[in-house]
């Protein structure tokens, strides 16, 4: 598949004039998000999660396993995405991308290995039964940013989740249906978002936060960081080959 055109000299020059002036092509401010917008499904853990034109969706599935010997009290957390090549003319079909494997490989940092999700809450049996999540992406548009929608999605969906009201009776273990017994919502240690700035080849271009395509496809790096409401640094990540001067 053919590489996906490069954006014109007009557009451009014309993007990076408009960054100069503290003007972006959709009328935000340099520091200002696109307002999300969250759709939830009939089912548990299934959220549609919109910033402008990009979309995914997120879904959040639970089933008991037996723990491996190393963890034998604690539960298991995995997450898959996956871009659509219906997102952008950037992805081929067939195959994952290095953007795929990116954007899975940054959301375990920020929501598994972050500890998001009390894993020993997910024991049942010590040894013998645990709670094993996972946690699906799909991405269906790419207007920009796939990262910090992805997050939002994927930490929505996991508190949006409910799994089944679970009774041990000696070595028996009953699983109620929730028509029984209400589902328990997951025990969460903290709730990371993460937030991407664009940075651009002129260093009096001012970086921008969410880029859209157009804004990512002409900047020199990406950088991101993920934060939560107790101002904790959980993942940074700088993406490309740019340097980021601090003042």
Same mark, same amino acid.
């Given at each position: ?7 014109? @000299? ?19 401010? %340099? ?7 969250? @759709?939830? !499904? ?5 959220? *549609? ?11 959040? #599935? ?26 952008? @003319? #950037? ?28 894993? *020993?809450?997910?024991? +049942?049996?010590?040894?013998?039964? /645990? ?9 269906? %548009? ?5 990262? #910090?929608?992805?997050?939002? %999605? ?10 089944? *009201?679970?009774? +041990?009776? !000696?070595?028996? /273990? ?27 080849? #002129? ?22 960081? %993920? ?21």
């Amino acid at each position: 598949m053919p590489r996906p055109p490069s954006p014109s @000299i007009p557009e451009k020059e014309f993007l990076f004039n408009a960054l100069k002036q503290s003007l972006r092509l959709d009328g935000r401010e %340099a520091l200002e998000m696109r307002q999300p917008e969250l @759709i939830f !499904g009939a089912d548990l853990g299934y959220v *549609e999660c919109s910033l402008g034109k990009t979309r995914v969706v997120a879904q959040v #599935d639970g089933k008991m396993v037996k723990p491996p010997p190393e963890r034998p009290l604690e539960g298991m957390i995995t997450i898959h995405s996956e871009i659509s090549p219906m997102a952008s @003319i #950037d992805y081929e079909p067939g195959r994952p991308s290095d953007e795929e494997v990116t954007l899975t490989r940054m959301l375990d940092k920020i929501i598994r290995r972050s500890d998001a999700v009390d894993k *020993e809450s997910l024991c +049942v049996q010590a040894g013998q039964r /645990v709670w094993h999540l996972r946690l699906t992406i799909h991405c269906l %548009a790419d207007a920009g940013n796939l990262l #910090d929608c992805a997050c939002l %999605a994927g930490m929505v969906a996991l508190k949006h989740f409910r799994r089944p *009201e679970v009774e +041990v009776a !000696g070595e028996e /273990v009953i699983i109620h249906h929730p028509s029984e017994r209400a589902p328990v919502p997951l025990s969460m240690h903290h709730t990371p978002f993460c937030l991407t700035f664009a940075y651009f080849p #002129d260093t009096s271009t001012p970086p921008v936060l969410d880029p859209n395509h157009l804004e990512q496809r002409l900047s020199a790096g990406l950088l991101s960081v %993920a934060l939560n409401a107790q101002r904790e640094l959980c993942v940074v990540q700088k993406g490309w080959r740019c340097s980021i001067r601090t003042r």
